[in-house]
C-alpha cells in the first residue's frame, strides 16, 4: 500500500573526495596544433595530486593507477603555452583518452583553458558495465547498495545477476571482495553515505576477478580530505503503519479469529453455514461444545462456562499485530584529517554509520529486521609514490531466523515472512499469535585490510593487499515464558503469560494451538574467519600494451557448530558439527592491447584449491556408516586425503569502436566457483547416528561458460542506447542427491554436482544521461531459463522402486521466460530556475523521481487431473502469475545555507498508486489454493486439456475479487438437464451447452439476470 516516508537530512558538502581502491588511466597524444607533429618530453600532470607524466619519442603519455574522479589534467613544453582540461572523468577499470594540441607562445600568448567532453561511449569496455554516482544515489529513493542496483537492467535487488542468484556474485568495497564462506553470499551493509560510486559489471569481468560467475559489485568509497573536515547526515523514518491492504490475522473479522469471536458463530460453530461460506470460514464446533466437554471428566478444576472459555482463547491470541515501531534508516559519514597525523602523508579519514530498522508485515520471533554497519578507512601517503589505506567494517543485524534446522538465512522481507506464516497449515495458528516458533538469529560482521600502493613509474605500479574478516552466527530461542500464574483471567483464575516466550515442553492453548514444545528449533553458534593476500601489478608496456599479473591466497577457519533441537521429541534432533580449514591459491595475467579499431582484453586466470584434509571413503548404502548402527569413536570407517582441484579459466573482451558514437562488443569467458562450505563439509545425523546429509570436498567446481554481444549508440552526446545478448552454460551446479537401501535404514541425501543450466537473454536500454530538466534510464530484459541434471536425484537400493521412479523422473525443466521492464525519470528545475528570494531560488533544485517497475509473473503447474504431459511425462509450468508492477517516487528540495552546508528535505512515496500485487504463498493450505484456482475462469486453451470443468474467461492467476464485493459462486455445469439436477441456491451456474447462466431457486432453475450476471463477471466476485 502507499507509504509516504518523511525525510529531513543535513549534508554538508565536500569538494574533491578522492576515489580510492580500483583505479583507472589517462593516455593520450600531445602535439603541436599546426603541424600535428608530437613533441617529446612534455610534462603532463593532473592538479592537484601527484600523478604525471612525461611523453615519449612519439609524444605519447600513460599515466595508471589514478582514482576514479574528476580532474584537471596541464600541459607544459618549452615553447609552447601551457594547455589544461577541467572535468576529465576517469573510470574504474577503464581508460581516458585526452590529447593535447598545443599552440606556440609566437601564436597563443596565454594559456589554453577548456572543459572536457564527457564521451557517452565508454570505448575500451567489452562487457556490460554500468556505473552509479552518488549524486545518482542522492536522488533515489534507496537506502541500501541493493536498492540503487536493482533498478539496473538483468539486477534483482537480492543482487541476482542475469538469472543467476546472489551467491554467484563477488561484492567488493574498494576492490576488497566481501563475502560469507559459509553460503557465498555477499556482506553487504556499506553504509550508503561513504559511497563514491557504484560498479557493477554483469558481463565480460576480467581474468582478475576469482570466485565468481554471475557479476561483480564494486563500491568505491570516499576519502576525507587532508585540508578540512566534512559530514553528511541523512535520517530517514516514516511512523508506524500497516504495511499490508485490508485487515490483517489479528483483525477479529479476520479468517484466523472469526469463528471464535463473532457472536453469529462463536458459539454454536460453523456448522449451520453453508459450503461456500465453510471455505471461507475456519471450521469450530463452537464454545458452548468446549464448555460442554470440559465438564465430561471428574476433574471440576478445568470446568469452564463457554464465556470463560472464549476469554481464554482471547487471552492466548491477545498478540497485537500492528507494526508498533518507526522504518527508519540512519546514515551519517564525517571525514577529514587525522588529528596530529596529518603532517605525516597528509594522513585522512572517513568515518561512516548506518543504523536500520525494518519492521516485518506482522511481527514473528523480533519485530522486524535491526542493522547496524560502520566503515572506517584511513589513508596516508608515505611518500610521493607510496600510499598505504588501512579499512575497517563491522555489521550486526538482528532477525527472525528462516530455517528451523539452523541453517543461515533470516526473513528479510514482507515476502519472506507471508511465506513463513501462510505454508504452516495446523502450525499457522503459532506462527501468528507466539513470539517463539522461528528462533532469533543474530549475525555479526567484520573486516580489518592494510592496502599498500607503489608507484615506480608514471605507467607501472604494484598493490599489495592484507586482509582477514570473521562473521559469527549465534542462533537460539528467545527469553524464557514465566510460568507464574500471576493474571486473572476472571475470578479465581490464573494462568501464566502464555504464549508469550520460549517454552520446551508441549504446551497446547484453548483451542489446539500449539504453544510449547517444537518451538524456536534452530540452533546455530557457526563461525568462520579468512586470511588472505593479494598482489596485483600493472604496467604499461608500450602505447598498445598494458600488463596486469597478479595473485591472491586464501585461508579459512570454518567452525561449523548448527543444528536442530527438540526437548521432547529427541529422537527428532540433528547436528553438523565440523572444523575444517581449506585454503586456495589464484593467480592470473592479462593483456589489455588498444588500437584504434579495437580494444581487447585477453586473459587466463588458475585456481587451486586444497580442502585440506581427508573425506570419509563409504559405499552408498554402507549401513555401519549411515544407519543408525554408526557408533561414534567405534566404528571404523576409511578415511582417504581428498585431492586438490586446478582450474585455469581463459577470458577475452573485445570492443570494435564503429565510430565515435557508436561501437561494437563481444566477450567470453570461462567462470568458477567454491560450493557453499556449509554443505561441502557437512555430516548431519539425527541424535540416533543416521546420516541426514552429506557433503563431499571433493566435489567439481560449477562452472559458467559465458558469451556476450553488445551494441552501443550515443546520441546529442546526451542518449545512450545499449543493446546486448547473452548466454550462459551451467554445469556442474551443486545440487542434491537421495539414497535409500531396501530396509528403509539408510536414507540420507549427498551433495552432489549433476545440475546444468542455461540462460539466454536480451536487453535493450536507453538512458539520458545529461539534461537541463530531465534525466533517467529506461531498460528491458528477457530471459529464459531452463535446467535439468544428469544421472538421477534418486538411487533406491531395491531396483522395483528405482525402476518405477525413472518413470515419471524429467531431468530438463521448459523453457521459462520471464520479461522485466525498469524504468526512472529524474524531473528536476535548473539551478538558476526562478527568482532569487532572500538569496534562495524557490524554484530552483526541485527533484521528482520517479522509479516504476514490471515483471512478468512466474510459471507453475496447474494439473488438478494428473493429466499426461508430452511422451507421457506429467505436465509441467503449464500457468503463469500475473505479472506484478509498481511505481515509487521521491520528492526533493535542496536549501543551501552556507557556501559548504545544505539542507535538503524530501519524501519517498512507495507505492505511488497504491497497485495490489496478489502473493502466491498466501493461500491457507492445499485446498485453499484449489479453491482459488477452480473459481478463476481461466482461458479455454489452457484450461480445457485439463479436464475438470472451466467457465471461460480472461482471468489469470494472481486476480482477485474487487475490495468491498462479497463472494458470489459460480459453478460450472456441462449440461444442465433442467427435469432432474439440482443445485445450490447461492450459486450462479455456467451451462456449458448454451454458454449462459442459471440459477437454482425454489427447486427450479430460471436464467440469471444478465447485468447481475455481468457485475458479478466485472468485479471478479467469483475468485
Not at 572543459?115 to 537506502?143: H, R
Not at 510460568?483 to 492453548?509: K, M, Q, W
Not at 442459471?998 to 427447486?1003: A, L, S, T, V
Amino acid at each position: 500500500m502507499k507509504r509516504l516516508r518523511l525525510i529531513f537530512g543535513l549534508l554538508v558538502i565536500a569538494t574533491n573526495c578522492l576515489w580510492s581502491g580500483t583505479t583507472g588511466k589517462l593516455t593520450g597524444i600531445v602535439s603541436d596544433s599546426q603541424n600535428s607533429l608530437p613533441l617529446p618530453g612534455a610534462n603532463v600532470i593532473i592538479s592537484g595530486t601527484q600523478f604525471g607524466a612525461a611523453t615519449d619519442e612519439n609524444g605519447y603519455y600513460s599515466i595508471l593507477n589514478i582514482p576514479p574522479g574528476e580532474y584537471t589534467v596541464t600541459v607544459n613544453y618549452i615553447g609552447y603555452a601551457p594547455f589544461s582540461v577541467s572535468e576529465l572523468k576517469i573510470n574504474i577499470d577503464l581508460t581516458t583518452t585526452q590529447d593535447f594540441p598545443l599552440r606556440p607562445q609566437a601564436i597563443q600568448a596565454t594559456a589554453v583553458e577548456v572543459i572536457a567532453e564527457k564521451p557517452v561511449i565508454k570505448k575500451d569496455l567489452s562487457g556490460s558495465q554500468l556505473s552509479v554516482s552518488s549524486d545518482e544515489i542522492d536522488i533515489l529513493p534507496a537506502t541500501t547498495v541493493q536498492d540503487v542496483i536493482g533498478m539496473k537492467a538483468g539486477i534483482t535487488s537480492d543482487m541476482g545477476i542475469r538469472g543467476s542468484s546472489s551467491d554467484q556474485t563477488v561484492f567488493m568495497v574498494d576492490g576488497i571482495v566481501q563475502k560469507d564462506a559459509r553460503t557465498n553470499q555477499p556482506v553487504t551493509g556499506v553504509p550508503l553515505s561513504a559511497v563514491q560510486e557504484i560498479s557493477v559489471q554483469t558481463g565480460g569481468f576480467s581474468a582478475e576477478y576469482n570466485n565468481v560467475r554471475a557479476g561483480v559489485v564494486n563500491v568505491v568509497t570516499k576519502e576525507g580530505n587532508p585540508n578540512y573536515y566534512s559530514a553528511t547526515i541523512n535520517v530517514k523514518a516514516s511512523p508506524p503503519t500497516n504495511k499490508h491492504f485490508d485487515i490483517n490475522p489479528f483483525h477479529p473479522e479476520s479468517y484466523w479469529l472469526r469463528s471464535y469471536l463473532d457472536d453469529e458463530l462463536c458459539w454454536t460453530g460453523t456448522d449451520h453455514l453453508n459450503s461456500y461460506e465453510k471455505r471461507n470460514t475456519l471450521a469450530f464446533g463452537g464454545w458452548n461444545s468446549v464448555a460442554f466437554i470440559s465438564m465430561q471428566n471428574n476433574n471440576p478444576d478445568n470446568d469452564l462456562t463457554a464465556a470463560a472459555a472464549k476469554r481464554i482463547f482471547e487471552w492466548e491470541h491477545r498478540r497485537d499485530g500492528a507494526v508498533s515501531s518507526w522504518d527508519h534508516n540512519i546514515d551519517l559519514g564525517i571525514g577529514g584529517p587525522v588529528p596530529f597525523l596529518v603532517k605525516f602523508g597528509n594522513t585522512r579519514f572517513f568515518l561512516s554509520f548506518r543504523d536500520e530498522n525494518r519492521p516485518y508485515v506482522i511481527p514473528q520471533a523480533t519485530e522486524g529486521v535491526k542493522e547496524r554497519s560502520g566503515m572506517l578507512k584511513v589513508t596516508s601517503d608515505l611518500g610521493q609514490r607510496r600510499k598505504l589505506a588501512l579499512t575497517g567494517f563491522f555489521s550486526e543485524l538482528s532477525a527472525t531466523a528462516s530455517s528451523r534446522s539452523g541453517y543461515s538465512g533470516y526473513m528479510s522481507n514482507s515476502y519472506d515472512v507471508a511465506y513463513a506464516v501462510a505454508s504452516g497449515d495446523w502450525s499457522t495458528p503459532s506462527r501468528i499469535w507466539t513470539d517463539n516458533y522461528w528462533s532469533r538469529t543474530k549475525v555479526y560482521s567484520d573486516m580489518l585490510s592494510a592496502k599498500y600502493t607503489q608507484m615506480i613509474n608514471a605507467g607501472t605500479f604494484f598493490e599489495v593487499l592484507l586482509k582477514v574478516n570473521s562473521r559469527k552466527y549465534r542462533t537460539g530461542p528467545g527469553p524464557l515464558r514465566n510460568t507464574d500464574a500471576v493474571y486473572e483471567l476472571f475470578p479465581g483464575y490464573f494462568v501464566d503469560e502464555r504464549p508469550v516466550g520460549f517454552y520446551a515442553d508441549f504446551s497446547n492453548g484453548i483451542d489446539g494451538m500449539a504453544m510449547g514444545g517444537a518451538f524456536s528449533t534452530g540452533r546455530d553458534s557457526s563461525e568462520m574467519r579468512s586470511y588472505s593476500i593479494k598482489s596485483d601489478f600493472s604496467s604499461q608496456l608500450n602505447r598498445h600494451h598494458q600488463l596486469k599479473t597478479g595473485f591472491e591466497f586464501i585461508y579459512d577457519e570454518l567452525h561449523m557448530d548448527f543444528g536442530s533441537y527438540v526437548k521432547p521429541l529427541p529422537s527428532g534432533n540433528y547436528w553438523t558439527e565440523f572444523r575444517r580449514y581449506p585454503y586456495r591459491l589464484t593467480a592470473y595475467i592479462q593483456d589489455k592491447l588498444e588500437y584504434e579499431g579495437m580494444i581487447a582484453t585477453l586473459g587466463l586466470i588458475g585456481e587451486y584449491i586444497n580442502a585440506n584434509g581427508e573425506w570419509y571413503n563409504v559405499e552408498f548404502y554402507d549401513a555401519a556408516f549411515f544407519s543408525s548402527s554408526y557408533v561414534p569413536g567405534e566404528t571404523e570407517v576409511t578415511m582417504t586425503k581428498v585431492e586438490p582441484q586446478l582450474y585455469l579459466s581463459p577470458r577475452l573482451g573485445i570492443s570494435h569502436p564503429i565510430s565515435e558514437v557508436s561501437k561494437l562488443y563481444f566477450n567470453y569467458g570461462h567462470y568458477i566457483q567454491m560450493p557453499a562450505s556449509q554443505n561441502l563439509y557437512r555430516i548431519q545425523r539425527y541424535s540416533d547416528n543416521r546420516v541426514i546429509t552429506m557433503g563431499n570436498p571433493a566435489l567439481p567446481l560449477a562452472r559458467t561458460i559465458s558469451y556476450e554481444v553488445g551494441f552501443d549508440r550515443s546520441f546529442n552526446n546526451m542518449w545512450l542506447l545499449r543493446i546486448a545478448a547473452y548466454y550462459k552454460d551451467v554445469s556442474d551446479q551443486e545440487d542434491a542427491t537421495s539414497y535409500r537401501s531396501t530396509n528403509g535404514k539408510v536414507s540420507y541425501s549427498m551433495v552432489t554436482a549433476n545440475s546444468y543450466e542455461d540462460i539466454r537473454g536480451f536487453e535493450i536500454e536507453l538512458t539520458k544521461m545529461r539534461g537541463r530538466w530531465l534525466t533517467g534510464n529506461v531498460n528491458y530484459e528477457y530471459r529464459v531459463n531452463s535446467w535439468g541434471y544428469f544421472g538421477l536425484q534418486r538411487y533406491y537400493q531395491n531396483p522395483a522402486d528405482q525402476r518405477e521412479y525413472e518413470k515419471t523422473s524429467p531431468s530438463q525443466t521448459t523453457a521459462l521466460p520471464r520479461p522485466r521492464f525498469k524504468a526512472y525519470a529524474d524531473i528536476h528545475t535548473p539551478l538558476d530556475f526562478g527568482p532569487e528570494l532572500l538569496r534562495q531560488n524557490p524554484l530552483a533544485d526541485w527533484h521528482f523521481t520517479f522509479l516504476g517497475s514490471w515483471t512478468a509473473g512466474s510459471w507453475f503447474t496447474w494439473n488438478p487431473n494428473w493429466v499426461d504431459g508430452i511422451g507421457g511425462l506429467p505436465l509441467q509450468n503449464n500457468v503463469r502469475w500475473k505479472a506484478s508492477y509498481n511505481v515509487d517516487m521521491k520528492i526533493s528540495k535542496s536549501f543551501p545555507i552556507s557556501n559548504n552546508a545544505q539542507i535538503k528535505v524530501f519524501a519517498d512515496i512507495n507505492n505511488l498508486f497504491n497497485f495490489r500485487n496478489f502473493y502466491s504463498g498466501s493461500f491457507y493450505d492445499f485446498f485453499d489454493n484449489r479453491y482459488y484456482m477452480y473459481s478463476l475462469h481461466l482461458p479455454n486453451d489452457l484450461a480445457e486439456p485439463l479436464k475438470y470443468g472451466n467457465i471461460p474467461g480472461k482471468d489469470q492467476p494472481g486476480d482477485y475479487r474487487k475490495p468491498g464485493v462479497p463472494f458470489q459462486p459460480m459453478e460450472y455445469m456441462d449440461r444442465i438437464n433442467f427435469d432432474t439436477d439440482e443445485g445450490n441456491e447461492f450459486a450462479i451456474y455456467y451451462n456449458a451447452t448454451d454458454k449462459d447462466y442459471y440459477i437454482f431457486r425454489d427447486k427450479s432453475w430460471t436464467k440469471a439476470d444478465d447485468k447481475w450476471v455481468q457485475q458479478v463477471l466485472d468485479d471478479k466476485a467469483y475468485i
